[in-house]
């Protein structure tokens, strides 16, 4: 509050020049929520199946080189990030948070040497067919 300095009284700012109040409890995820469950759980089928066909071909090296390429395959995880990260922000139309999120994630997964986090990364690419993205296009 600033004072005037001619007759000390209070002044209050126009309500245009007030910041606007933030509630501290309201949900900061409610924009993601109101697109609906599959644009919060879900990945572009595209990036599910490059997903798929990359810890397949790395599981499959892992097991004939006994593990020997794991480093090579934590290197192609990161870059299989990166890929998801741009292709949820521009084909999904996730935000770079969400995006990033699931981009860690998947990397993550992939990372792993087994095949079994398909279960994980398969669901949620058939929760992502039925996204519908603002407009109507899916």
Partial sequence: MATNETVGEVVTPSPQEQP???NPSANSYQPLLARGFSQLMGIHPA????TFVLDSMLF?????TLGMSLPFSITCAGVLGVIAFFGQRSWYG???ESA???ALILGLLTALPTNLPLVVY??????GLFNKKKGGQS
């Fill in 60 to 64: 499959a090296g892992e097991g004939i």
């Fill in 20 to 22: 606007p109040i933030r």
């Fill in 47 to 50: 990036i599910c199946f490059v």
């Fill in 122 to 127: 398969g669901t949620a690419g058939l929760v």
């Fill in 100 to 102: 990033f999120a699931k």
């Fill in 94 to 96: 996730d935000t770079n």
